[in-house]
Each structure stands twice: as C-alpha cells, then as structure tokens.
C-alpha cells in the first residue's frame, strides 16, 4: 500500500505531508516535512496562512481515511432453534473495540468449563479425546445465543460440549463505543483422558 504524499510549494517555502500506515491497524499518521528555501522573505502572516492551510489539510484527509479505519464486519449467522430457521447478524469478534469476554477472564472460563464438562463414558471407554470447535453469539445483554457445533469429534462429545456453552453464565457484551452489540464468538471445548 502506498502512502499519500501532499506537497504544497510556495516561493518562500516547500511543505511535504507524508501519510503513513501502521503496522498495527490502517490509521493514517502525519509525518511533515518542511524545507525553508529563502528565509529572509517568510512574514509571519503569510507563515500562519500557510501553517493554516496545511493543517487544514492534513486533518480533512486524516478524518477521510477514519471511515476506512472503524470499518466494520458483519456475519449473518444462521441456526435452526425450535425447528425453524433464524438469522442473527453479529458482528465478528475482533471488529469491535471491546470484545466479550467470560466474566472473571479466560482463567475463570476454563475453571468453568472443567468443571462443567463431563466426558461421556463411551467415548472416554473407547478413547476418543479431541476438540470441538462451537460457535455462538454473544448478545448485547450477554447471553449465549444459538451455540452450534462448527468442527466436532463424536457425537456425544459435540453434544457435550453444547451442553457446557449452554450452560455458561452472560458474558460481559461486545462493545462498539459506548454499544453494546451481538459477537459472533468461537471457542474450543478440549476433551482429554
């Protein structure tokens, strides 16, 4: 990806804005460089109204740039509950600024879950262990809504593992700003002997 350039030239001065890309997310930093040519003719207003322009400039095509930068993704997930086919749109999980969270942090998560979790004994008498990989949506009030199975091992240990995310308490809701909106999660429920 290129970085903008703006270049503003004047017989006094030259003004070069450069905007650069982060590593971490695509927000547009402001780099200036300025190159004085002839000194002894810079008055103070025509340094401010230039300043001014550049400034002005510079912030027009940074808020430009803040709409491609909190650009959202949005799943419609589809579940059958109750017989019946149900869409939810949620927003996936790391597209929003705060996202859910098992209250107590991932520790108390997996306490719950090994506690919770029982290994079905045919499955544990004939060895299998793996894990399920589930999806849910977290809802704005933080409960777990229409949890599926996306990859799973057995039959008696996907419905376990069901059974377990059913089970969970309400998460702490995904946050857009002060929002709070539904997440499309995806979690892991090992079983091991």
């Not at 460089?33 to 940074?62: D, E």
Request: proline letters at 7%; a neutral charge.
């Amino acid at each position: 990806m290129h970085a903008p350039f703006l270049f503003f030239e004047s017989p006094l001065a030259t003004f070069v804005l450069k905007l650069s890309v982060t590593d971490r997310a695509p927000y547009y930093l402001p780099l200036l460089t300025i190159r004085i040519i002839n000194p002894h003719f810079l008055s103070a207003p025509m340094l401010f109204k230039a300043f001014a322009t550049l400034i002005l400039t510079t912030l027009s095509l940074i808020c430009s740039t803040a709409s491609y930068a909190q650009e959202r993704r949005v799943v419609t997930y589809q579940t059958v509950m109750s017989g019946s086919l149900i869409e939810i749109d949620a927003y996936v999980f790391d597209s929003v600024d705060e996202e859910p969270h098992f209250p107590g942090g991932d520790g108390a998560m997996m306490k719950f879950i090994n506690r919770e979790r029982q290994y079905p004994s045919e499955a544990y008498n004939a060895g299998i262990e793996g894990r399920v990989l589930c999806g849910f949506v977290v809802a704005p009030d933080g409960t777990i809504t229409a949890p599926e199975v996306i990859r799973g091992v057995e039959d008696s240990l996907n419905r376990e593992a069901l059974r377990v995310i059913s089970r969970m308490p309400r998460w702490v809701a995904g946050k857009i700003g002060d929002m709070k909106v539904p997440v499309y999660c995806i979690l892991a429920i090992p079983f091991r002997r």
